[in-house]
């Protein structure tokens, strides 16, 4: 007996963050969401994207035992930005029973035509500005911080309830030992040149954190805007993220390009915790995790470079390749072993070529599925 109920309540909510953990007790590989930061993700009551759209939580029970969860989200911002009338589905896991996975899809389409949606896209968990896709290779490597993880079956039972393809992102990994240093070579050089353009690399002045944020937020809605299924972000969702960002960044990792004093592109990596949170169990910081993160965080030897972009006019101008060679540089100061650059969209030719010459592997797929209603 399968039923689908919708969460009501912190004891509900409680038992929708922890679900994963019961579902990935025995996998090595399995990263646990900070229970703080998910609980405020999804709380209306304290994360800016609710001010603008919707989310509704579902559990699945199966012989009243917690079998799945998901997510059913109508961005209102997305649809008018880009005069779409799609849903959402995220924060979806299942055990492996189709009919679990079934039933929570069922009530996501029943629950998406009501809102009067005609398309319903996922995994997006609420928009591509934060965790999405589905991972289809590499199982048996652990995720980089704030990238989604999932069961190998996922994909098969979406597939089979008739989800098609939408598009792939991609992850690439740069590793000490076998990256190329031409780009860092070429560093002076490209920095000349770009200085002959009046256009400089520097790093972010974090004595002036909050000024360089409101620049960086014009850069990252102008820079992605024709990236597929991108929305702006609001002043207070991006300064929600820039409060969170403020706490882990490297500021030596986090490089700014300016024209004339004019910013026009940044690059941002961050530390990969999760080579630390993988050890904290059921993602709960009491009693023992803020040691485990405060002890262990100076020994991570891997980032992710989560953001890079130039707006249009300056591109190919060398802006990228300084900012990788940047990175790769210091990463070597700092015995940095590893980088993940995620994600990128399959068919960004220009990005994923950058990464191809730096001889960057793309060692993960991850896919975000459509289902017209």
């Not at 399968?2 to 007790?25: M, Q, R, T």
């Not at 802006?319 to 990463?331: D, L």
């Not at 993940?340 to 793309?362: P, Q």
Request: hydrophobic share 40%; glycine share 4%; aromatic share 12%.
């Amino acid at each position: 007996m399968i039923k689908v109920e919708k969460v009501s309540g912190n004891s509900d909510l409680k038992k929708f963050i922890d679900f994963p953990h019961l579902l990935y007790a025995n996998d090595p590989n399995y990263v646990p969401e900070l229970y703080v930061s998910q609980e405020e993700l999804l709380n209306p009551q304290k994360h800016p994207f609710h001010k603008h759209s919707k989310v509704d939580l579902f559990l699945a029970y199966k012989n009243n035992k917690v079998a799945g969860r998901i997510a059913a989200i109508r961005n209102d911002n997305h649809n008018s930005y880009n005069n779409t009338k799609d849903a959402f589905f995220g924060f979806f896991d299942t055990i492996d029973d189709f009919e679990v996975a079934g039933a929570l899809f069922d009530k996501v389409v029943e629950w998406s035509k009501k809102e009067d949606l005609n398309n319903l896209i996922g995994p997006v968990n609420f928009s591509t500005n934060e965790t999405c896709g589905m991972l289809l290779n590499s199982f048996d490597l652990p995720p980089v911080v704030m990238m989604p993880y999932n069961k190998p079956y996922y994909n098969s039972f979406t597939e089979k309830y008739g989800f098609n393809k939408m598009t792939d992102l991609l992850a690439y990994i740069v590793k000490s030992d076998t990256y190329s240093d031409k780009s860092v070579k070429l560093l002076g050089q490209l920095e000349e040149r770009l200085k002959q353009k009046n256009i400089i690399i520097r790093c972010i002045n974090k004595k002036d954190f909050d000024n360089e944020a409101k620049k960086v937020k014009e850069v990252y809605n102008s820079a992605w805007s024709k990236n597929l299924g991108f929305v702006p972000m609001t002043d207070a969702e991006f300064s929600h993220m820039a409060k969170d960002m403020k706490m882990i960044y490297d500021p030596e990792l986090c490089y700014i390009a300016e024209y004339d004093g004019k910013m026009i592109g940044f690059s941002l990596s961050i530390p990969d915790l999760n080579q630390v949170l993988i050890n904290i169990k059921r993602g709960r910081l009491f009693p023992t995790g803020y040691f485990k993160l405060l002890f262990n965080k100076n020994k991570i030897n891997g980032i992710r470079v989560i953001t890079l972009g130039v707006i249009e006019g300056y591109r190919k101008l060398g802006i990228e390749a300084c900012f990788y060679a940047k990175t790769i540089e210091t990463c070597l100061r700092k015995n940095i072993v590893y980088a993940e650059t995620s994600w990128i969209l399959e068919h960004n030719e220009m990005m994923n070529a950058a990464l191809v010459r730096i001889n960057a592997e793309a060692y993960k797929r991850y896919r975000i599925y459509e289902l017209p209603l």
